[in-house]
C-alpha cells in the first residue's frame, strides 16, 4: 500500500506557475502508473493526466495540454504536477493518486491511493 502527501499549492495569479509535489511511501509507487486529478467546487473530479511508472509515456487532458507537465523522480519516491500559464478556471483541489496498471489510466476508479489534496487558487 501507497501513502501519498501532497505539497506546493497556494494562490498565484493568471498567467503564473506552480508545482505540485506528491510524496509516496511504499515499496510500490515506482510499479504502477500515477496521475493527477481535479475537483473543482461543486463539480466531479476530472482528469488532469497521469504517468506510467517508469515515466517513460504521459497523456493529459485537452484543457491542460501544453501547459502542465507531470513526471516523476522515483529515486526520490515523489511525483510532480507543473503548472504553466494558469487561469482561473484550474482552480481545484488537486489529488495526486496511484493506480493499480501498468499503463496510464483516466478514470478515478482506476486508482487505489489518494493524496489529501492541495488547493490551488488562480485570481484574475
Known amino acids: 500500500q501507497v501513502q501519498l502527501v501532497e505539497s506546493g499549492g497556494g494562490l498565484v495569479q493568471a498567467g503564473g506557475s506552480l508545482r505540485l509535489s506528491c510524496v509516496a511511501s511504499?515499496?510500490?509507487?515506482?510499479?504502477?502508473?500515477s496521475g493527477w486529478f481535479r475537483q473543482a467546487p461543486g463539480k466531479e473530479r476530472e482528469f488532469v493526466g497521469a504517468?506510467?511508472?517508469?515515466?517513460?509515456?504521459?497523456h493529459y487532458a485537452a484543457v491542460v495540454k501544453g501547459r502542465f507537465t507531470i513526471s516523476r523522480d522515483n529515486a526520490k519516491n515523489t511525483l510532480y504536477l507543473q503548472m504553466n500559464s494558469l487561469k482561473p478556471e484550474d482552480t481545484a483541489v488537486y489529488y495526486c493518486?496511484?493506480?493499480?496498471?501498468?499503463?496510464?489510466?483516466?478514470?478515478?476508479?482506476?486508482?487505489?491511493?489518494w493524496g489529501q489534496g492541495a488547493q490551488v487558487t488562480v485570481s484574475s
Open positions: 493518486a496511484v493506480s493499480r496498471y501498468y499503463g496510464v489510466r483516466y478514470f478515478s476508479r482506476e486508482y487505489d491511493q
Open positions: 511504499g515499496r510500490t509507487f515506482s510499479t504502477y502508473s
Open positions: 504517468i506510467t511508472g517508469s515515466g517513460d509515456t504521459t
